[in-house]
Structures are given as C-alpha cells and as structure tokens.
Nanobody
Framework: QVQLVESGGGLVQAGGSLRLSCAAS????????MGWYRQAPGKQRELVAT???????NYADSVKGRFTISRDSVKNTLYLQMNSLKAEDTAVYYC???????????WGQGTQVTVSS
C-alpha cells in the first residue's frame, strides 16, 4: 500500500507561482511512475505531468514551459513547480503513483489551486 498526501495549494494571482508537494509513504519502493493530474469544476480529470522511475518526463501541452515536475526518491516526495499561472489552471490537483507490476494506481486526496485573474 502507498499513501499520498499533497500540500502547497492555495490562492494566487494570475502570473504568480506555487509549488505543490506530494509526500509518499508505505511501500514506496514499489512505485514506478508518479504524476500530477487536475480536475476543474465540471470537467474530467486530466494529466498535468508525469515522471517515471527512470526520469522520463511528460507534460500536457497546456503547461509546457510553465510547470516543472520533479521527484526526490530519497525523500519520497513529488513536486510540481507552477509558474506563470493562469485562471484556467484553477483546479483540484491530485498526486498519482503507479505500480506497473500490479497495475495498481494510488491517488492523494487533492489540493485546491485557485488562480484569480
């Protein structure tokens, strides 16, 4: 089992920055891929960025050049540095961890990010 706890959300003005953190605990050695997803009101949850155990990174086109995902394997923590925030980035941001061998996916409880225009 893996537990994920996000932090760092809040209210920020357009153009500002926030850094999200996701602390993983439990069977962290089993985690292969980690990522950030978001869900805005009335919309489906969408991928923001992912990073594999080997360091391969993938970003949604909408955040490329503005967001940076990073993973600290020693601290078992995932980060999302968000710069040049826009109103359309407003959403609940969820941390995700995936174990390939068992096809199990874990989710955090989410953290609210609100960008005022």
């Amino acid at each position: 089992q893996v537990q994920l706890v996000e932090s760092g959300g809040g209210l920020v003005q357009a153009g500002g920055s926030l850094r999200l953190s996701c602390a993983a605990s439990g069977s962290t050695f089993s985690i292969d891929d980690m990522g950030w997803y978001r869900q805005a009101p009335g919309k489906q949850r969408e991928l923001v960025a992912t990073v594999s155990r080997g360091g391969n990174i993938n970003y949604a086109d909408s955040v490329k050049g503005r967001f940076t995902i990073s993973r600290d394997s020693v601290k078992n923590t995932l980060y999302l540095q968000m710069n040049s925030l826009k109103a359309e980035d407003t959403a609940v941001y969820y941390c995700n961890a995936r174990v390939r061998s068992t096809y199990v996916t874990y989710w955090g409880q989410g953290t609210q990010v609100t960008v005022s225009s």
